[in-house]
């Protein structure tokens, strides 16, 4: 189980440094999301070092196990509220897809590491 909780958080980890990324660089799609949520300028910078907190914490539990379940956590909570703020904008299904992905890569990398 151990090592599957390692993958998963591996996979979570590239994902979540990869939309960190686009968050910093100020991604079009990201820019555009964020106005439509109707929040601040530059907001999404905030979004972008939630993220990379959280990857660190994954790559931190792959050797201290506690520390990359509560990134885990930490991350499901992220997502849910990603979810929730494209459906508080009736975003198509479609643009929530990736939200919804992570949320669920998310979730199972933290019963798994609950379990091991």
Same mark, same amino acid.
């Given at each position: 189980?151990?090592? *599957?909780?390692?993958? +998963?958080?591996?996979?979570?980890?590239? @994902?979540? *440094?990869?939309? @960190?990324?686009?968050?910093?660089?100020?991604?079009?799609?990201?820019?555009?999301?964020?106005?439509?949520?109707?929040?601040?300028?530059?907001?999404?910078? #905030?979004?972008?070092?939630?993220? @990379?907190?959280? &990857? +660190?914490?994954?790559?931190?539990? *792959?050797?201290?196990?506690?520390?990359?379940?509560?990134?885990?956590?930490?991350?499901?909570?992220?997502?849910?509220?990603?979810?929730? &703020?494209?459906?508080?904008?009736?975003?198509?299904?479609?643009?929530?897809?990736? &939200?919804?992905? +992570?949320?669920? +890569?998310?979730?199972? #990398?933290?019963?798994?590491?609950? *379990?091991?």
């Amino acid at each position: 189980m151990k090592l *599957l909780f390692d993958v +998963l958080s591996v996979l979570v980890l590239l @994902a979540a *440094l990869g939309s @960190a990324v686009m968050d910093f660089r100020g991604a079009p799609q990201i820019l555009d999301l964020m106005q439509r949520l109707q929040y601040r300028p530059g907001f999404e910078r #905030t979004l972008g070092l939630i993220k @990379a907190v959280g &990857a +660190l914490g994954l790559l931190v539990g *792959l050797f201290v196990h506690w520390i990359g379940v509560l990134a885990a956590l930490g991350f499901v909570a992220y997502f849910a509220l990603a979810i929730r &703020a494209h459906f508080k904008i009736a975003d198509p299904v479609k643009e929530a897809a990736g &939200a919804f992905a +992570l949320f669920i +890569l998310s979730t199972l #990398t933290f019963v798994v590491g609950i *379990l091991s």
